[in-house]
């Protein structure tokens, strides 16, 4: 949804980076433009004139004059402000001390509330609570058969004791699903409300009744971030008709310009709680403000990237994987899970989107077809399981016979198998050189009478990279167009400057759609 938005705020700042010195007439350039570029993803104009105000201030200060790099303070102190206008900090759910807590959801209908009601719940599971979802939208049509459904996928019990269908008091469904709660030891209680089209005064009587009648915790407004200015607008007022603590973001995802999803915060003065950028249960996370600003700017979000891979990983079964790396022993059936733990992380694109610079690279992740990697697992899951461990065996009319049974031509297979003795030498003197688990634990291949001479006193040979990794389309992404701040990414998470000599990363390419 930010994409136009990041490109506009990416190219002004790039513009500084060459500047050791920086005059008042380059910043309230640079401000001008930044200026355009809210405006033209429709947030709102007292948000800009705030931000832009504060950002001549400090860039007009001592901050910036004595900084040994004025260009690059610019950029943080546009970061920083970006961060403030988007919350400043990430906040949490407040629990009652007393269970169960109770969360209304607020909102116009087509907002999304009953979806982002199923997803809520379902988050709020993983993370070890009891919740129950509650009808209380029985004016929609098939509003409480939705959420039943939804329940249903995210494996959450509903309470609908009304049919719905404009049969039924909202209200006292609300007031009946506490004492529900109570007996069946739901800590979580998330209460799905009517909408209607427009603000009305009866809109705004329902929801403030069932406030009063249930007390909630929270009360969030669902807001959709593809309204444009309406967002702030039917913000203020169900903040000033029923009040709410939180605000949720949704369909992210959308086309739309979005710059509205940002003037909320800062108009209402509510902070935003959670984002939900897909049609997924899946699809749905906490805001973070500062991640969020990162995106924006081009930067990435390597942290949300690494929470989702340990998600998605076994900690026990990555430290194995490691080991059999460095000892050169990876089958592919290990390399199969390690697939599949990648793709429960959702689409490849949008994992490589939030590697910082990935801006940069929108014309190949677009062209990244994700069913080379189902051709890929159809391959690997045709062998047998000692095909699998040991693939040297995988002879001419063993590879025919898989090539029929996976439904795919001889040349692929063959493609699969070589790439994967490549990847699997390349990555066993990679972990040498990092030094990881099991790195040099087979045997030497010396000579007799040389042991210990070969090699002495030298650096792991180049791999010859030709056809990238196995199981992405054409190999690795082509990242030879990444900035150098991809070389600045936290300890141990790997640089440019940590690859082994000689490793050409123009060579790996995207695979394109057929």
Partial sequence: MFDTLSDRLTSVLKNLR??????????????????????????????????????????????????????????????????GILGGETRRLNLAKTPPTVI?????????????AGKLARWLKEQGHAPLLVACDLQRPNAVTQLQVVGDRAGVPVFAPEPGNGVGDPVSVARKSVEQAKHAQHDVVVIDTAGRLGIDEELMRQ????????????????????????????????????????VVLTKLDGDARGGAALSVRHVTGQPILFASNGEQLTDFDVFHPDRMASRILGMGDVLTLIEQAEQAF??????QTAVKIGSGELTLEDFLEQMLAVRKMGPLANLLGMLPGAGQMKDQLAQLDEKHLDRVQAIIRGMTPAERTDPKMINASRRQRIARGSGVAVSEVNDLVNRFFEARKMMAQMAGRFGLPGAGGGKSRGKKGK?????????????????????????????????AGLNELPPGLGGMDQLPPGFDPSKLKFGKKK
């Fill in 207 to 246: 929801a403030a009744d069932i406030r009063d009648a249930v007390r909630p915790d929270e009360t969030l407004f669902v807001v959709d971030a593809m309204i444009g200015q309406d967002a702030v607008t039917t913000a203020e007022a169900f903040r000033d008709g029923v009040g709410f603590t939180g």
């Fill in 314 to 319: 076994d900690a026990k079964q990555a430290e």
């Fill in 104 to 116: 209304m959801l607020a909102g116009l209908q087509g907002s999304g509330k009953t979806t982002l």
């Fill in 18 to 83: 060459g500047k050791g010195r920086l005059s008042e007439a380059d910043i309230d350039a640079t401000c001008r433009e930044i200026r355009i570029a809210l405006l033209e993803a429709d947030v709102a104009l007292p948000v800009v004139r705030t931000f832009i105000a504060h950002i001549k201030e400090r860039a007009k200060g001592t901050e910036v004059s004595q900084a040994l790099n004025p260009a690059q303070q610019v950029v943080k102190i546009v970061n920083e402000e970006l961060v």
């Fill in 451 to 483: 042991k210990g001479k070969k090699g002495k006193n030298r650096g792991p040979t180049p791999p010859k990279v030709r056809g990238g990794m196995p199981g992405l389309p054409g190999g690795m992404p082509d990242l030879s167009h990444l900035p």
